[in-house]
């Protein structure tokens, strides 16, 4: 079992930054793939960046890559997503999920943790 809380997120102008952190409790990140999942008002759940035990890392989509990075601290049990340069399109609340398993996947039944989400808004 593991818990995760996301913080970071909030009002932006376009062209700024933020980084988000997701701190997981229980057992340990080494253990798990951690991706990020965003979602805006009226839209499905996007993937958006996941890291595996391995370090293995998945960007996607094409609008984020360039701008988006996502790193893990183990020892802080932590994974951050950096984001650059953002959009107003990129408003959304963002999630982290954990998977036991050591690969990443951009399928966000394929997770078994959620945290409760961070909104990130981005102004024109």
């Known amino acids: 079992q593991v818990h995760l809380v996301e913080s970071g997120g909030g009002l932006v102008q376009a062209g700024g930054s933020l980084r988000l952190s997701c701190a997981a409790s229980?057992?340990?990140?080494?253990?798990?793939?951690v991706g990020w999942f965003r979602q805006a008002p009226g839209k499905e759940r996007e993937f958006v960046a996941g890291?595996?035990?391995?370090?293995?890392?998945?960007i996607s989509p094409d609008s984020v890559k360039g701008r988006f990075t996502i790193s893990g601290d183990n020892a802080k049990n932590t994974v951050y997503l950096q984001m650059n340069s953002l959009k107003p399109e990129d408003t959304a609340v963002y999630y982290c999920?954990?998977?036991?398993?050591?690969?990443?996947?951009?399928?966000?039944?394929?997770?078994?943790?959620w945290g409760q989400g961070t909104q990130v808004t981005v102004s024109s």
């Open positions: 229980g057992r340990t990140f080494s253990s798990y793939a």
């Open positions: 890291i595996g035990w391995r370090g293995d890392m998945i």
């Open positions: 999920a954990a998977r036991t398993q050591y690969y990443v996947s951009s399928y966000s039944s394929q997770y078994d943790y």
